[in-house]
């Protein structure tokens, strides 16, 4: 079977911050010939980098905390989550690049030697955001504090949490964010390997 799809119109219905385009399509189907005609809106975003920062001496992990509006509806948690650093991939940068960058904007930390992880979608069924994932090795003595860009309206708290007590924070699901849970999984079964 080859695999296939059909865009048969696409408009943007919003471009703000994100972008919003709905498109009707078609795709070919497993059993042969093509679906129907369906409609689809589409949450459009660049791809993003995202760098479970690290510091194998000491067995820290630098977390960060900031305001998030998509957790504001649900009444149970803050919008104030706990997370690592990303960000969105601006115009010809390499992921390395934006892991480097962001690391120093939002956390203070500059990357000693960077470990590619994963590449992975968030939510396929109506986003377009790909995550790069790496683990960077840092030195996190002196990190904390408030760091991020002001134009950017960022108030991001930092702090380096032992290793243990970071993953414990998943367990109690304090860390109720996608990608640091996948990356702090991964750093749980990968650290003691890292050179």
Request: include cysteine; charge should be negative; aromatic fraction near 8%.
């Amino acid at each position: 079977m080859k695999k296939d799809v059909k865009i048969l119109n696409k408009d943007t219905v919003y471009n703000g911050f994100f972008r919003m385009e709905k498109q009707r399509l078609q795709h070919t189907l497993f059993a042969g010939g093509w679906s129907e005609e369906m409609t689809r809106e589409l949450f459009v975003r660049g791809n993003c980098v995202a760098v479970v920062l690290y510091d194998k001496k000491r067995d820290e992990v630098v977390l960060i905390e900031q305001f998030r509006v998509g957790a504001i509806e649900n009444p149970i948690n803050t919008p104030w989550l706990i997370e690592i650093v990303a960000g969105i991939m601006e115009e010809g940068e390499s992921p390395e690049d934006v892991a480097r960058r962001e690391s120093l904007e939002e956390a203070g930390c500059e990357i000693l030697d960077l470990i590619h992880i994963n590449s992975f979608y968030l939510s396929p069924g109506g986003s377009s955001e790909k995550i790069t994932l790496f683990c960077g090795l840092v030195n996190s003595e002196n990190v904390g504090g408030i760091h991020g860009v002001k134009d950017e309206n960022e108030d991001i708290l930092v702090r380096a949490v032992l290793f243990t007590d970071a993953y414990q924070m998943v367990v109690r699901n304090e860390i109720d964010s996608a990608i640091p849970i996948i990356a702090l999984q991964w750093l749980a079964l990968n650290r003691r390997d890292l050179e």
